[in-house]
Structures are given as C-alpha cells and as structure tokens.
C-alpha cells in the first residue's frame, strides 16, 4: 500500500508540475487500420543455459520469471516481461571435443544428443531442456529449435566449425542425414517433452565465415536450397510438423540485395522466392512462409537504420506472400553512440535497443522481434540477464533492458496488429535519432497498447486522439533509470495530456473498465 501511494504522488507530480512548459506531441491512432500481425517477441538460450539450467532451483526459477512470468507484484508492475517464445540452440556436439574442438571458450561448445555409435542420448543439454520446459510452464507456446552447425558426426572436418569458410561443412552426400537427425530430434521433443517446436532453422547466418570461435557453418545460397529440399522431403515422409524456417541472414541487407563480398549468399529473398530461379523453394511444404534475418550492422547512422528497413518493406510488398521475422540482435557495432563491448545495466543500452525494436516493427514491418542471449557471462552489451561465468552456481543481474523490451513484450501478445499511429515527426530521422517514438497496437481481446520512448532528457507531453469507450481504463507501465517495468496508477482515458519521463519507455493499456 505504501508503494502505490509513493506512486500515486509522483505521478500526481507529473501531471501538475510544470505541464504548460513541456513540448507537446498530437498524437492520432486510429485502431482500425491494421499493418502486420504480430507473433511474439523471444530470445535464446545460447549459450549460458546449458549451465544456469543446473544452477540451484532457487536462481534459475527466478531468472525464468524475470524472462516468461505474465503474473504481476501486489502493486500491479509484472514480475517479468512475459516472452512469447523461446529459441532452443540444438547443439553440435563440440563439448565433447574439448579443446579439440578449436573453440576456446568452453561456454560456447555445445553437447549434441547424437552420439558416435549413431545412437542418441536424450539426456544431454539438460540445462536447455530445463529452461524449454520452464517457459512452457510460464504459459510460452511457441518454440524454435535453430541449429548453428549440423553434428559433428556429420561434418566434412567432424568439426562445429569450418576449415576455409568457402562452403558449407557437410557434403550434399550427407544432406540425408541431417535431415533425419532435424527430424529425429523434433519428433522426439513432441513425443517425449510435449514441446512442439513451431520452427527450425537450420542454417544460422551461413553469409560468415565460421571458421571458430563458436560452433557454425558457411552456405552458400545453391547448398542451403538443395539442403532444404532434402530436409522438405524427409519431413514430409516422417510427418514433422515444424516449419522450416529461413534465411536467418546475418544481416538484413542480405535479404534484400546482392553483396559484393558474397553474392553467392545474398539477395536471398529473390533466390529463395522468385519462382525463375533456381534455387527457388516457394513450393515447399514444410516451408514457412517468411523471411528471417538479424539487425546486426545496420543500426548506424540513422539514416542507414531507416533505409534498410525501408528495403525491407519494399521487398514484403514484392513478395506479398512473405512476412519478417526479427530473429536475432545484441550490440556487436562500434559507432559514435555505442560500443558493444562493456556491460550496461542502465538506460543507454536500453533506450537504443528501443529504437531499434521500433524501427523494426514500424518501417520493417517485422512480425517478430528476438534478442540474442537471455542470460550473458561476459562483458558485453549482449544480456538480458547478466550472470558469473560459474558453471555449478553463481550470482545472476537484470538489466534495464531487460525491463525494456519487457515495455513491448509483457503487452503486446501474440495475435496483435500494428495499428496506426500519426504524428508530425513520425519516423523521420531526426526524430529516430533523439526524439519520441511511438507505436500502438490491437490485442485479440481488443486492448490496446501504446508504446512510448523517451530518448530526450525533457519531459514530453502526449495528447492522444482515439476512439474508445467513455468507461476505458488506462493503465501505465514504466521503466526509466528509476523504475523497472513499473505500474503506474490508474487512470480514466479522457481527453487530457499525459506526461511521459525522460529517457524512458512508457506502456500505456487500455481495457474496458470492469
């Protein structure tokens, strides 16, 4: 009680302090002109899982609430950011190589359930398996299961990793086999788990080299369409449901046109989609019908940020039948704003991961959004969890980004549509790179959920326009250097302002009031 009184008076302070001296920003959404439907936002378990998911139950159950949990504090701020998905890494079996591996870090081997003898042992991946069911018992329904290097059992250097990064490490000769061991693997997580994996992806970023440092394969745009037939074919005898998905490009600009330095593993939308071509796959069954790709390098500059996704609408339009999937991103780039390198529990982090989460949805058009590592041992803008790199125990950190993308993930709920949202500086780049970013979505049960983001130290008026019942409750969640996904306290919806922090990320619901 004593909370929600603290915060009934600092928003009180908000809404009476000042209020004629704060910009103003007229805002209209209009809940009845859709874009595209939203699936779930998600994040991995690569690679930390397989050690915090054999930590003491007490840590990993907490880390699963922060990162699945829909259930909310006595106050009403949600006790976690409610994902909609989960991504499985199906591992490659280097852990068991050691350092013959030739990957150096231990935490980023992976066990792989295949064994030598052609026999599996289900057994392997423990900790993964904990946090696959964990999320699944927090209500998560949907699951991909990717896949960076096919067995080693299999590869041509019966390594996880390439020799030359000139071709992919499996021979077409092999190509059968992982199929069988894609579906062996599937059928035995629907079979003996209850967790049916929604996708597989079985080529991750095959644009890289991958020639160490984790586990991975090189595809050129010709092996990863005859390796998809073949998967297409087995599925289709064994009756696999998963849906294969595809490109999961390194980078967005891969989908969209031809790259100089690997034409052979570009322009992949065209490659895989124009029925005159070649390597075209349209025609598979158990093909899902989109494309897959990872914001890496193309956040910066803002004008950069801005074009690629604009290409990518472009390319959506062309081919109608497609949607985009977000499927990846941490902060890898260096540039004048950010660097990847160094943890950073605060705002920053937060604030410029916001902007791409929005630039992804509103001129991507991206059906999905997905980040990296949910649970990060290093030092790096790479978590959302940050833990000690301990294998048995250790001690575990949330992160304001965390919380953040908790602003989009904990509302807007599988099934929604991107509605629209007008206002002056609407995605132009200057506002992008500073100013205040809005988005608004329609849930199944008709909520609606606006999305707010603050980049400016000035606190910022909205006056919203939208049609809604006269008995709408709006409710407020949010994070800023001083809340953590926080409720607010309710209000009526009339025709007001409504003040919105800075630096911040501020949800606005509104529901019918009971």
């Known amino acids: 009680m004593k909370n929600l009184i603290k915060l009934y008076f600092i928003w009180c302070a908000f809404n009476w302090a000042g209020a004629q001296q704060n ?10 002109t859709h874009f595209q439907t939203i699936h779930n936002f998600a994040a991995s378990d690569a690679w930390a899982a397989q050690f915090t998911g054999v930590w003491p139950n007490e840590k990993k159950q907490q880390m699963a609430e922060w990162l699945f949990s829909l259930d909310s504090n006595t106050d009403g701020s949600p006790r976690g950011i409610g994902l909609s998905a989960w991504r499985f890494n199906i591992g490659a079996g280097s852990t068991a190589q050691g350092e013959e591996s030739g990957i150096k870090d231990p935490w980023r081997r ?17 900790g993964q398996r904990w946090f696959l069911q964990a999320a699944k018992a927090n ?15 299999l590869t041509r250097n019966n390594k996880a990793h390439s020799d030359d990064g000139l071709a992919a490490n499996l021979s077409q000769e092999k190509y059968v086999d992982y199929a069988n061991f894609l579906a062996r693997v599937l059928r035995h997580f629907k079979d003996s788990l209850a967790i049916d994996f929604d996708y597989i992806s079985p080529f991750n970023e095959p644009q890289w080299e991958w020639k160490g440092g984790q586990e991975g394969s090189p595809w050129n745009n010709d092996e990863l369409a005859n390796a998809t037939r073949v998967i297409d074919s087995v599925f289709n005898q064994y009756k696999i449901d998963s849906k294969i998905e595809i490109t999961e490009a390194g980078q967005i600009d891969y989908l969209t046109g031809e790259k100089e330095k690997h034409p052979n593993r570009s322009n992949q939308i065209a490659s895989f989609f124009a029925p005159e071509n070649p390597n075209y796959l349209g025609n598979l069954k ?32 062309e081919y109608p039948s497609l949607e985009y999937w977000m499927s990846e991103y ?16 605060g705002m920053p982090t937060a604030l410029y991961v916001a902007r791409l989460i929005h630039a992804d949805l509103t001129i991507a058009n991206a059906s999905a959004w997905h980040w990296w590592l949910a649970m990060s041992p290093y030092d790096f803008k790479d978590g959302l969890i940050y833990i000690d790199k301990e294998t048995n125990d250790g001690d575990f950190y949330g992160s304001k980004l965390l919380w953040a993308l908790g602003n989009y993930s904990r509302f807007i709920r599988p099934g929604a549509k991107r509605v629209s949202v007008i206002y002056d500086a609407y995605n132009t780049e200057k506002n992008l790179k500073d100013g205040v970013l809005l988005s608004a979505y329609k849930n199944t049960d008709d909520s609606l959920v606006l999305v707010v983001v603050n980049q400016s130290d000035a606190v910022t008026d909205i006056k919203l326009n939208v049609a809604l019942p006269p008995n709408t409750k709006m409710e407020r969640y949010v ?14 919806f009339g025709k007001g302002k409504f003040q919105i922090m800075g630096k911040s990320l501020t949800t606005f619901v509104f529901n019918k009031a009971d």
């Not at 790709?293 to 959506?316: P, Q």
């Not at 994070?479 to 009526?492: A, C, F, I, R």
């Open 479 to 492: 994070t800023s250097e001083s809340y953590n996904l926080s409720k607010m306290p309710n209000v009526q």
């Open 110 to 126: 992976a066990e792989g359930f295949l064994l030598d003898n052609g026999n599996y042992d289900w057994q392997k991946q423990a």
């Open 139 to 153: 209500g998560v329904n949907q699951f991909i299961a990717f896949v960076n290097s096919p067995p080693i059992q």
């Open 330 to 345: 941490c902060i890898l780039e260096n540039n004048e704003e950010i660097k990847g390198k160094g943890r950073d529990f």
């Open 23 to 32: 910009p103003t920003i007229e805002v209209q959404i209009n809940k009845n």
């Open 286 to 317: 158990s093909l899902a019908p989109k494309i897959a790709a990872h914001s890496y390098f193309t956040t910066w500059d803002i004008s950069k940020l801005k074009k690629e996704r604009e290409r990518i609408t472009e390319k959506l339009v």
